[in-house]
T-cell receptor, first 116, second 109 residues
Framework: ETGVTQTPRHLVMGMTNKKSLKCEQH?????MYWYKQSAKKPLELMFV???????ENNSVPSRFSPECPNSSHLFLHLHTLQPEDSALYLC???????????????FGPGTRLTVL | GQNIDQPTEMTATEGAIVQINCTYQ??????LFWYQQHAGEAPTFLSY??LDGLEEKGRFSSFLSRSKGYSYLLLKELQMKDSASYLC??????????WGAGTKLIIKP
């Protein structure tokens, strides 16, 4: 496996379900990110982890809960979601997070989430 | 507030040249990134500019003017596979990427 992988690629869930999204990076990077991408809108940064510590949480509802057990893995735990949470959820990683080309983010293929 | 503006959609002809503009207003500046995203796929990194001027990389070039808060991505010898969305993103003083909504580029034969 190379780059950034995400599972599952597609997920359909009801509003009362609990599910988790998984991201794994094989690039030896120190920072990992969760983004939400909705149609015709800019990417919305949700969470940032640097060296396994959460450094940003952009006012995301508590029904989204991130977990970063080590520098290669990132999870997004979902519970009691709303239909408006349906979107493409993208994971990314970067070597560093301190300015410069080392902050170039590399993305996984995303999880297409549909909440019924 | 912080803002990135780019055209919603552009159309160009195979073999031609197209320029996609991006203007920005951000709290600080630590670099500007361009990404390509094909429908249903991950964004992929194209270019990074932090100094004024033109950076050329094969058929793609990216230009930056920090004083004008302006960048463009220039695509030459367009191919059908270049049909995609092109995302402009600026890294602000907190090292957070501020993203534009993307420009959908349609290539016609």
């Amino acid at each position: 496996e190379t780059g950034v992988t995400q599972t599952p690629r597609h997920l359909v869930m009801g509003m009362t379900n609990k599910k988790s999204l998984k991201c794994e990076q094989h690039l030896g990077h120190n920072a990992m990110y969760w983004y939400k991408q909705s149609a015709k809108k800019p990417l919305e940064l949700m969470f940032v982890y640097s060296l396994e510590e959460r450094v940003e949480n952009n006012s995301v509802p508590s029904r989204f809960s991130p977990e970063c057990p080590n520098s290669s893995h990132l999870f997004l735990h979902l519970h009691t979601l709303q239909p408006e949470d349906s979107a493409l959820y993208l994971c990314a990683s970067s070597q560093d997070r301190g300015g410069g080309p080392g902050d170039t983010q590399y993305f996984g293929p995303g999880t297409r989430l549909t909440v019924l | 507030g912080q803002n990135i503006d780019q055209p919603t959609e552009m159309t160009a002809t195979e073999g031609a040249i197209v320029q996609i503009n991006c203007t920005y207003q951000t709290s600080g500046f630590n670099g500007l990134f361009w990404y390509q995203q094909h429908a249903g796929e991950a964004p992929t990194f194209l270019s990074y500019n932090v100094l004024d001027g033109l950076e050329e990389k094969g058929r793609f070039s990216s230009f930056l003017s920090r004083s004008k808060g302006y960048s463009y991505l220039l695509l030459k010898e367009l191919q059908m596979k270049d049909s995609a969305s092109y995302l402009c993103a600026v890294q602000d003083s907190n090292y957070q990427l501020i993203w534009g909504a993307g420009t959908k580029l349609i290539i016609k034969p």
